[in-house]
């Protein structure tokens, strides 16, 4: 434990001083060459006039033309930075940056980061509609609950590009997969699984959803906040669908058995523990995973500091262990979703992006780590396997095909070699970059 705590200690110095040498992660560079004078005639004034033209009169033309196709926005308001909190649109642009740069490397995807300094929902709203002619995809990004769940419902319903809200949606798509072959290891199935969520923030309260839709038992679950257990007696529960309809909604339809009480008494033959909840460690008691049945899965998701350490979990009668760190075996993480449902999603021009494009881009991530042999400590691919992420963007893009939400129609196979590609080739621009000295290299 002493040694995960001073590897986060040290990746927080080389941060912030990795940070002040470059002067930020990101950069915009031409695409086009530029040789003489002539070039800026064709791509500036006067030849410029033409495109614009063109598309005034088609602006679906815009996706062909420039570099909308490839695009995506990623909007916060910096009111839930990590497990920061709320620390503002200033600060939350060193993060945005880095997801700008998971995007590229590992999507293809040119995603501009933008925190917006906004004073609530109707004007982060009204800002997100005014972008839409620019990008591709909006993907919103660590905005406090549950003001989260409206502006992504609301953005969804008024734009015709693909919003996503990765805290919510990138989270329990990751979670899918890795429960998906936690199960098979285990031997369990979707609708006889009890499953304990501790936490009913963004991605929880998305996860419980997807898995739903997926074919577990909502009536087998118990979702446990900072109050206790959800049920329909609970003394707030009028309050909350006033304030939180879609807390509301769970504390309904889940907990079917009517159990009251705290996390202790929620993990009471429980066969699956999923914790996005307050960081740890000692959040859950090894004492309390003693009281799962045989063979419990915990993910402890928690960031910086899991809910429990693994080590204590396994301990204590977890069979298999999950967190959101790199530093141990099974990192579930949204990194591992959002590249890929990204690429598919612009690939396919779709206009939205639904639940069951989520669960395809899960499925296919875990297919993926089943083929190459799953184990306890293996059940889900890591960021370094980056084949995954054009597999994913296929599936996703054949699903929004299927579910006609696409612009762009075209096979799995077809999808595939074009994301392949794409990813590819960004991959290998930076590589030679680095490789150049045009990126300095300062860990050499």
């Not at 950069?27 to 005639?41: E, G, M, W, Y």
């Not at 995807?109 to 990008?135: G, H, T």
């Not at 309904?252 to 523990?273: F, P, S």
Request: charged fraction near 25%.
């Amino acid at each position: 434990m002493e040694n995960n705590i001073k590897k986060h200690e040290k990746f927080s110095e080389l941060s912030v001083e990795y940070s002040k040498k470059y002067g930020g992660k990101i950069q915009t560079l031409p695409k086009v060459p530029i040789r003489d004078l002539n070039d800026f005639s064709i791509w500036y004034t006067p030849g410029v006039a033409k495109v614009s033209l063109e598309i005034a009169n088609d602006p679906d033309l815009s996706y062909e033309y420039t570099y909308r196709w490839n695009s995506i926005a990623i909007l916060t308001d910096g009111t839930r930075v990590l497990g920061l909190g709320f620390v503002g649109p200033y600060a939350a642009m060193p993060v945005m940056e880095g997801k700008a740069l998971i995007f590229k490397y590992l999507g293809g995807v040119d995603a501009i980061p933008l925190p917006i300094n906004v004073q609530n929902e109707y004007e982060f709203l009204k800002v997100a509609r005014a972008l839409e002619p620019s990008f591709g995809g909006i993907n919103l990004e660590d905005i406090e609950s549950p003001k989260c769940f409206r502006i992504l419902e609301k953005l969804s319903e008024s734009v015709k590009i693909p919003v996503w809200h990765d805290d919510q949606l990138g989270t329990a798509g990751a979670i899918l997969a890795g429960l998906i072959n936690a199960m098979k290891l285990t031997d369990r199935k979707p609708k006889d699984t009890r499953i304990v969520f501790l936490g009913a923030g963004a991605a929880n309260v998305a996860a419980i959803r997807i898995l739903e839709n997926y074919g577990f038992d909502p009536g087998n679950m118990i979702v446990v906040d900072s109050r206790g257990i959800l049920e329909p007696e609970r003394y707030d529960i009028d309050s909350m669908m006033k304030t939180n309809p879609w807390k509301y909604d769970i504390s309904i339809k889940t907990n079917r058995d009517r159990k009251k009480g705290n996390i202790e008494k929620a993990l009471e033959n429980a066969d699956v523990l999923i914790a996005a909840s307050t960081p740890g460690p000692g959040v859950v008691k090894g004492e309390w995973i003693r009281k799962m049945n045989k063979r419990a899965i915990v993910f402890a998701l928690a960031n910086p500091t899991p809910e429990i350490w693994p080590d204590e979990a396994v301990e204590n009668g977890a069979e298999i262990v999950a967190t959101g760190r790199s530093d141990f075996p099974n990192q579930i993480n949204n990194s591992m979703i959002f590249p890929g449902v990204f690429r598919g999603s612009l690939d396919a021009r779709v206009k939205k992006i639904n639940d069951a494009m989520v669960i395809a881009a899960s499925e296919e991530l875990a297919k993926f780590a089943e083929e190459k042999g799953i184990n306890r400590d293996y059940i889900i691919p890591n960021m370094t396997e980056w084949d995954v992420f054009p597999r994913i963007a296929a599936s996703v893009a054949k699903k929004a095909v299927d579910e006609n939400l696409a612009r762009k129609t075209g096979s799995y196979e077809f999808f595939y070699e074009r994301a392949r590609d794409i990813i590819s080739r960004s991959r290998t621009l930076i590589d030679k970059m680095i490789n150049m000295g045009y990126i300095e290299d300062i860990r050499r």
